[in-house]
């Protein structure tokens, strides 16, 4: 069911054609769509670090504290999971709980996905995911690929790490329906995603060095958002029952200020 400040795409498409671009130097980012509101992104990212510590990142267990529009991680279910060639395939249904914001609209919202994780060749390691179900979505489905950077003398020196990846939304907040520049405004929804994503990755980065490992980082991640999201739940629970005090108060006609 749609939130009740999202209403369902409107049904005329056409006219919202576009691109939309960013390129820094680490990273190049393209948003496209025809006619219509599925949007292709694609992402040409460099990390200073080898292919195996971001490839880590994506299929972590548990992301909450990681990138900052997923809340909480709910179950995983591991559905296959078999030896191939170095490393493993596995095939994995993932279900997270995301926040998303589009100018003052506000919603959160629970994605369910499958994911194939293979990391059998260490020179090209890859997760494709497919929604199987979504509060804001009706596709969402990609793939990640991190290959080797080396130097003269063959040396890993970084990594590339390319995602493709289609996205349609079920619904839009009903104050852009009718804007004209809709298809841009969906474009930039899903740049600025792409973006905040890539810099929570390079954050993550950061902290790994000669004593703390990527698996460290990624727990003490994971642990610290944990946290801060219950502390969220107990702030938000405290302001709801000041506010029902308050108003039965003000119903009892006992008037006066509640403290």
Same mark, same amino acid.
């Given at each position: 069911m749609l939130s009740k400040n999202v209403i369902p795409l409107p049904p005329n498409g056409e006219r919202l054609a576009g691109e939309t671009v960013d390129k820094k130097d680490n990273y190049s980012l393209l948003v496209s769509n025809a006619d219509g509101y599925l949007c292709h992104l694609?992402?040409? *990212?460099?990390?200073?670090?080898a292919p195996a510590t971001v490839y880590a990142i994506f299929v972590n267990t548990d992301n909450t504290g990681v990138f900052r529009d997923i809340k909480t991680s709910g179950r995983r279910d591991v559905l296959e999971e078999k030896p191939l060639g170095q490393g493993f395939r596995r095939v994995v249904e993932v279900e997270q709980v995301g926040e998303s914001k589009v100018l003052m609209f506000h919603t959160t919202f629970t994605t369910e996905v499958r994911v194939v994780e293979d990391d059998s060749d260490p020179q090209h390691l890859t997760t494709e995911f497919e929604l199987i179900r979504s509060d804001i979505l009706n596709r969402f489905h990609g793939s990640w690929q991190v290959t080797p950077e080396t130097?003269?003398? !063959?040396?890993?020196? !970084? *990594?590339?790490?390319?995602?493709?990846?289609?996205?349609?939304?079920?619904?839009?907040?009903?104050?852009?329906?009718?804007?004209?520049?809709? !298809?841009?405004?969906?474009? !930039?929804?899903?740049?600025?995603?792409?973006?905040?994503?890539?810099?929570?990755?390079?954050s993550i980065l950061r902290r790994v060095n000669d004593s703390t490992d990527i698996h460290e980082v990624l727990r003490r991640a994971a642990q610290k958002g944990h946290a801060e999201e219950a502390d969220k739940k107990a702030q938000a629970q405290q302001k709801r029952q000041h506010a029902q005090a308050a108003a039965e108060q003000k119903k009892s006609g006992r008037g006066g200020r509640f403290l």
């Amino acid at each position: 069911m749609l939130s009740k400040n999202v209403i369902p795409l409107p049904p005329n498409g056409e006219r919202l054609a576009g691109e939309t671009v960013d390129k820094k130097d680490n990273y190049s980012l393209l948003v496209s769509n025809a006619d219509g509101y599925l949007c292709h992104l694609q992402a040409t *990212c460099h990390f200073p670090v080898a292919p195996a510590t971001v490839y880590a990142i994506f299929v972590n267990t548990d992301n909450t504290g990681v990138f900052r529009d997923i809340k909480t991680s709910g179950r995983r279910d591991v559905l296959e999971e078999k030896p191939l060639g170095q490393g493993f395939r596995r095939v994995v249904e993932v279900e997270q709980v995301g926040e998303s914001k589009v100018l003052m609209f506000h919603t959160t919202f629970t994605t369910e996905v499958r994911v194939v994780e293979d990391d059998s060749d260490p020179q090209h390691l890859t997760t494709e995911f497919e929604l199987i179900r979504s509060d804001i979505l009706n596709r969402f489905h990609g793939s990640w690929q991190v290959t080797p950077e080396t130097d003269a003398s !063959g040396q890993v020196v !970084g *990594c590339t790490a390319v995602l493709e990846q289609d996205v349609l939304p079920r619904g839009v907040p009903a104050f852009l329906a009718n804007v004209p520049v809709l !298809g841009s405004a969906l474009r !930039g929804v899903v740049i600025r995603s792409a973006q905040r994503m890539i810099q929570d990755i390079e954050s993550i980065l950061r902290r790994v060095n000669d004593s703390t490992d990527i698996h460290e980082v990624l727990r003490r991640a994971a642990q610290k958002g944990h946290a801060e999201e219950a502390d969220k739940k107990a702030q938000a629970q405290q302001k709801r029952q000041h506010a029902q005090a308050a108003a039965e108060q003000k119903k009892s006609g006992r008037g006066g200020r509640f403290l």
